[in-house]
């Protein structure tokens, strides 16, 4: 009976749709830390966490882990809840042997934040999401957000907190170039 919205974007799609009003539009409340953490000095680390699941193209960041492969001054990272979905299978299978990235499993998100805060750049290669926390988590970290297609309200793009790819090619060059 009653709709709450995360994003400008849900906001506007609601009222289209339905020709109604959300009753609120409340944005992510993520906890930021008190100061930013020192990060260490040597390389660049790369970190992933999401549910392993279709939705969220985890398969995507192994390939990109696996295009750096060789690049030791470049670590990828992954956390997440293992996917027992049987169209996921493949990909936690690549995951959990990969050798061109080191996945955490699912952590507790003391943990999570932990990581992020050594990150230096978070990649997200959802397909769709609608406020992610992990952008609020890296930004509070001082992790560079870099996004192949989320844009919530556009504030990647229009306010240059982070970028967004588009595409696995620009994913690839804008690590490179943030390496």
């Known amino acids: 009976t009653h709709v709450v919205v995360q994003t400008t974007r849900q906001q506007v799609l609601y009222r ?3 020709q ?9 409340f993520q906890p930021l830390p008190a100061c930013m953490p020192d990060k260490p000095s040597a390389g660049t680390r790369v970190l992933w966490v999401g ?6 193209q985890p398969e995507l960041f192994v390939d ?6 060789g690049r030791t001054e470049i670590e990828f990272w992954m956390v997440g809840r293992p996917g027992y979905h049987r169209a996921i299978r493949p990909t936690m299978d690549r ?10 499993g699912e952590l507790p998100l003391d943990q999570v934040n932990r990581l992020m805060s050594q990150a230096d750049v978070l990649v997200n290669t959802s397909s769709f999401e609608g406020s992610p926390n992990t952008f609020v988590q ?4 001082g992790a560079v957000v870099v ?9 990647l ?3 240059g907190i982070g970028y967004v790819a588009g595409d696995t090619a620009k994913l690839a060059a804008l690590i490179d170039q943030l390496a």
Request: charged share 30%; glycine share 6%; proline share 2%.
């Open 138 to 141: 890296a930004w509070g970290c």
């Open 16 to 18: 289209d749709r339905y």
């Open 20 to 28: 109604r009003e959300p009753i609120a539009l409340i944005r992510n």
């Open 51 to 56: 549910n392993i699941k279709e939705v969220k």
């Open 95 to 104: 995951i959990q042997h990969s050798s061109c990235l080191r996945y955490f």
């Open 147 to 155: 996004s192949l297609n989320v844009d919530i309200d556009g504030g």
């Open 157 to 159: 793009r229009q306010q």
């Open 64 to 69: 990109l882990a696996e295009r750096f492969a």
